[in-house]
């Protein structure tokens, strides 16, 4: 095995190890608000977190989440080059979804697709943080402003960085699609929450 092909390894595994910290159950217990996987709908992400009704908890939750998507992509960066940085973002996204520790089931990588933006590309995280929140104050719909913003995403980082970026990005998408299924479900139906309705599981 060469060297190159070593070093992705190396990156996506200590993407996958960061990305798999679930905050949102660490930082619950210790707050005192039980487990996070038996409240709403069980996710371990900052949306799920603000169901416990501590603003502080859910709004560190989602700090946290986007870090350790930060932190592995500028170690990967530093030691291996980009192309292990964009590596290691995919291996924290897949370690939040998929974490090991909690029988691979974690959270749907909103906060974690905002830190490996950031993190790979700032322009394009700011452009999908942009858009998240546009669509989240004028429709109401979390869920939807998140899947707007990802949908657009691969196409600002072709538009801003490069091809490889986009497809990075796009494995990121279509990941975070996949975790939000049951919502895109409501969606289509004209079920899902509005943000300050109904406390149905998001």
């Keep these: 095995m ?11 595994g200590l993407g996958y190890l960061f990305g798999s910290i679930p905050f949102g159950l660490i930082l619950t217990r210790a707050a005192g608000l039980g487990d996070i996987r038996q409240i709403g709908s069980g996710n371990i992400g900052a949306t799920n977190v603000l169901r416990t009704g501590n603003k502080k908890i859910a709004a560190l939750t989602l700090i946290l989440d986007a870090l350790k998507a930060v932190v592995p992509i500028l170690l990967a960066r530093h030691f291996w080059g980009e192309d292990a940085a964009r590596i290691a973002a995919v291996g924290a996204f897949f370690g939040h979804c998929f974490p090991v520790w909690l029988g691979f089931k974690g959270g749907k990588g909103v906060a974690v ?58 494995i990121l998408a279509l990941l975070l699609f996949f975790q939000h299924r049951e919502n895109i479900a409501r969606l289509i139906k004209g079920t899902e929450p509005r943000i300050g309705g109904s406390k149905k599981p998001a």
Excluded at 2 to 12: K, Q, R
Excluded at 124 to 146: D, E, M, N, P, Q
Excluded at 154 to 164: E, Q, T
């Design 113 to 170: 697709m905002i830190g490996s933006l950031l993190a790979l590309a700032w322009p394009v995280g700011l452009i999908f943080c942009a858009v998240w929140l546009l669509l989240a104050y004028v429709r109401k719909i979390s869920s939807l402003a998140a899947l707007t913003a990802a949908a657009t995403a691969p196409i600002f980082a072709y538009l801003f960085v490069d091809a490889g970026l986009a497809i990075v990005v796009l």
């Design 2 to 12: 060469s060297a190159e092909i070593l070093t992705l390894f190396y990156a996506v």
